[in-house]
């Protein structure tokens, strides 16, 4: 049975939510990675320090016992940030990032950035103190066609942003194009970029030939064939630039079965395994380690992880659902059979 061995990985992005969900959750999370970049996107979301550690305390006290997890926190960019708290961030062991949500992109992001010239002044507090601004890329104007709005985006902010601050160190959160692969394959060393199991996994087809199947429904929306080859070829390519990012963001299975669905994939179940299949399918498998477990400490600038995981070329059955009683959230892949197991 062939299995593989690699330093135990990191997802730098991910959404745990809070209360019930949280619980039902955070398992799958902490038992595979070892830290994991927290969003901001609650209700109300996390825009100061005192939140984020309250947030922190929380997420601590959901981890089975057992499990070594160190949730890495951020806080939300809105245009009530100030520098002083930017500074405090900056001193933090435990905010690590702030994440910038253009106004109405996606869920829960109506406390986010809708001009982002005015909020320059932060990025310069941002550059200075040398703090990450992780970007949700996407315009939002409702003239904007959904599958250009990523694109759009870097011509019309990302450029300038990168000009006018070329020290700020920048994730470009969850690439789902071939235009932000080339865009970070272009940029400095301070320009990186996450990439999800569903962006190199599926085209828009499995989304909507046929039938509609809201559960590969997110945001950025899931592109065409060619954006999904060039993020394929971003992540197996060894290229420091580009790391593991689930974007694993659970919401209720009716939440999403519904004339009007809520955006996100929930892939925290299998998440390692889905990238494994990923790279495998590209013959890459002896690239995954990088990608998962050292691309993503080195541009934090943390200590790489010296634990390791091991998977097993093992087909399992992913679930209909997880969660009980009336908390159901349903996987990417559910009822579907996979080819690797975390052991
Ligand atoms: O699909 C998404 N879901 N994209 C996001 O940016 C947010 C996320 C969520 O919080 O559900
Ligand atoms: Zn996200």
Known sequence: MKTLTIIQPDDWHVHVRSGAILKAVIAHTARQFARAIIMPNLKPPI????QALAYRDEILQAVPAGLNFTPLMTLYLTAATTPEEIKRVADSEY???????????????????????????????LEKHDVPLLLHGEVTDAECDIFDREKVFIETYLVDVVKNFPNLRIVFEHATT???????????NKIAATITPQHLLFNRNAMLAGSIRPHYYCLP?????????????AATSG?????????????????????????????????????????ETENALDKLESFASFNG?????????????????????VPATYGTGDLSITPLKANEMLRWKIQ
Request: charged fraction near 20%.
């Open 95 to 125: 905010v690590h990032a702030f994440k910038l949500y253009p106004a109405g992109a996606t869920t829960n992001s109506d406390a986010g950035v809708a001009n982002v010239k005015a909020i320059y002044p932060l990025l310069e507090a």
């Open 47 to 50: 825009t100061t320090m005192e």
């Open 221 to 233: 929306i899931i592109k065409r064939e060619k954006h999904r080859v060039a993020l394929v070829e």
């Open 239 to 279: 290229n420091a630039k580009f790391f593991l990012g689930t974007d694993s963001a659970p919401h209720l299975s009716h939440l999403k079965e519904n004339s009007c669905g809520c955006a996100g994939c929930y892939s925290a179940h299998a998440a390692i395994e889905l990238y494994a299949e990923a790279f």
């Open 297 to 317: 400490p080195d541009f934090y600038r943390l200590p790489r992880n010296t634990t390791t995981i091991i998977l097993k070329q093992e087909p399992w059955q």
């Open 178 to 188: 071939q235009e932000a692969v080339e865009f970070v394959q272009a940029s400095s």
